[in-house]
């Protein structure tokens, strides 16, 4: 059983910059991959990035070169760092850990907000 917490959400300005930042309850080092999604009001959820035990990563289009995944397995954690934001960027951000047997887990969500 992975239990997951996100934090680092919050409001900011158009260019600013936040770290999301996705902790496990167990090892995440057994964990196939770690990712980020995200969903904004009214939209589906969709993929942002996927970064795996091999520390191969993954990005959605509109993030690449503004976001970058990582994952420090002594910490457990994974994090989500988000530069020059934009207001398409708000949404809720959620955190997906998968292991091998593709048992899926969610976090809540963290909320972020970019205002233009």
């Known amino acids: 059983q992975v239990q997951l917490v996100e934090s680092g959400g919050g409001s900011v300005q158009a260019g600013e910059s936040l770290r999301l930042s996705c902790a496990a309850s167990?090892?995440?080092?057994?964990?196939?991959?770690m990712a980020w999604y995200r969903q904004a009001p009214g939209k589906q959820r969709e993929f942002i990035a996927r970064?795996?035990?091999?520390?191969?990563?993954n990005y959605v289009d509109s993030v690449k070169g503004r976001f970058t995944i990582s994952r420090d397995n002594a910490r457990n954690t994974a994090y989500l760092e988000m530069n020059s934001l934009k207001p398409e960027d708000t949404a809720v951000y959620y955190c997906?850990?998968?292991?091998?047997?593709?048992?899926?887990?969610w976090g809540q969500g963290t909320q972020v907000t970019v205002s233009s």
């Open positions: 997906q850990a998968v292991t091998p047997a593709t048992t899926t887990y």
């Open positions: 167990g090892s995440i080092f057994r964990l196939n991959y």
């Open positions: 970064i795996t035990s091999g520390f191969y990563t």
